[in-house]
Nanobody, 125 residues
């Protein structure tokens, strides 16, 4: 099992920045890829960004490309999401996820077996 714990959410004004962290523990040695998803009230969970654990290859949703940066620290078993130029529409619960399957579809939430509890990001206008 892999346990994931997010932190770093909060309230920020539009144009501001936040950095989310996702600390992994447990059987993390076989992790192939980790990702960030978000879910606003009344909406489906949507893909934000993903990173492969070995090669650090990154993927982004078009809505955050150029504003968000995903990264990971293998030694600390931690993934980050640096969010800049935040907009009110970025307001959502943000969830980190991990998968042991290297060839699954990185955009689909169903491709990830392990999830954190989420951290709230609220962007005021």
């Amino acid at each position: 099992q892999v346990q994931l714990v997010e932190s770093g959410g909060g309230l920020v004004q539009a144009g501001g920045s936040l950095r989310l962290s996702c600390a992994a523990s447990g059987r993390t040695g076989s992790t192939a890829r980790m990702g960030w998803f978000r879910q606003a009230p009344g909406k489906d969970r949507e893909f934000v960004a993903a990173i492969t654990w070995s090669a650090a290859r990154t993927y982004y949703a078009d809505s955050v490309k150029g504003r968000f940066t995903i990264s990971r620290d293998n030694a600390k078993k931690t993934m980050y999401l640096q969010m800049n130029s935040l907009k009110p529409e970025d307001t959502a619960g943000y969830y980190c996820a991990a998968t042991l399957l290297p060839y699954s579809e990185y955009r689909q939430a169903s491709s990830y077996e392990h999830w954190g509890q989420g951290t709230q990001v609220t962007v005021s206008s």
